[in-house]
């Protein structure tokens, strides 16, 4: 999907323009960015208010303003970590396939010693960068030393591939249960030109199909297992079950899709007890408390179904940067596809960007949540703000020229989305584990 127009340590008490008592009614947007920013230092590893509300939550996402930069994967590894060490958060989960997400935890549990394995188990090529691969190598090295209840799960929250849920199915059903799983199969074919014609406003064939759906998925549900019949392999049954229905059915609405990620989420979360504690990747148009306004929808996005289930249990952190470079996935001229880098000019007046750019010229944090109750602080957090950013493909070459004014910028609206921020001043593409792919020559806007 394009993602051109979407909405959106020590501790800086000890420094002088960090201390004063009361709240001042005066307070402008500015100081107030100044003072409560949290500095981003690797070797601090301290997150200041952000601390607080990590102690309290159940689900932190981070998001992401583009799926290709290099130092927002490094941060959101660090915090992960982070909240792993200090907070005892237990289960990281990504926005990738549920099913062949089983890949990756494999490799950090030790069962698998194959890390290629485990970064293509995330499921798309935009995954499959550096940054991604260190994230599962140190989750490996923390299970290594960790006790047996101490040790992180890897899960999947996406419901795209179908095909992988199906085949999971397979295996785990005996081979009476297996004479299910050529019905999926076909099933998700009769869907793919039935989708079409639903994108297309014909959504007859597809209404059609998902009552077939619903009456296979009651079906599997009580197919038989393959030996041995245990609750573990039943619940992961009922899991792919409902994977399966996701894949079959979320395009039925705009906001199916971050729904059917919210529930697999919960689910999973819900099945490894209600002490589980999850650190979410995602981009920032799926952990935010809002709406799909991209979309042209007002149906909830996965953080909001999230924030809707567990209250102040969910905390959504997102990112955002002033200038830099990000990549994205791109067709070669020999119809493959690959990685194409772009780069972006300093961010906009009157962009969120330009907003904590000028404010604070490092690399910071800032709780939301804890914010004063001045004025001027509380009418910028409800007003929206253009922001840049992007998905995973379909950027154009010229994003940069497209993105210089922030009235033609879809607004954040900071409050009302997400519960704080972390903005990089400036960026670099991730690092692709196999620079063949990388695109070339790069757009005009890349090279200059």
Known sequence: MTMLRLPALFLVACLPWACSSAPRKDLSVQDWLRESAIPLEPEANRFGDLDVQFARARVVGLGEATHGQRECFEWKRRLTMHLVREHGYRVV?????SSRARAVDDYIAGRSADPRAAVQG????????VENAELLEELRQ???????????????????????AVARLGALLSADGQAWTPRCTALLAELQPATQQLFSGDRQAFDTLQAEVLALAAELKSAALAAPDSREARAERDL????????????????GRDQAMAELLLGQLGQLGPEARCVLWAHNAHVTRGALRYLGSEELAMGGHLGAALGQGYYALAF????????????????????QRYRLSAAPVGSLEHALSSAVPFDFAIDLRSAPSAPAVQAWLDAGHGQRWFGGYQVPDDCDARTRDAANLLPTFPRAEFDGLIHLARTTAARPIDERRLLSPTPASAAR
Do not use: K
Not at 122 to 129: A, F, H, K, N, Q
Not at 324 to 338: K, L, P, T
């Open 93 to 97: 989960a990504y926005e990738a396939s």
């Open 142 to 164: 923390w299970n290594r030393g960790a006790a047996p209840d101490e040790r992180v799960r890897f899960i999947g929250v996406d419901a795209q591939d179908g095909a992988a």
């Open 320 to 339: 955002s940067f002033g200038e830099g470079e990000f990549q994205a996935n791109a067709m070669g001229a020999d119809g493959s596809w690959g990685f």
């Open 240 to 255: 792919r079950v409902r994977e399966f229905v996701a894949a079959a059915s979320m395009y039925g609405t705009r906001g």
């Open 122 to 129: 995330l499921g798309m090529l935009i995954w499959d960068v």
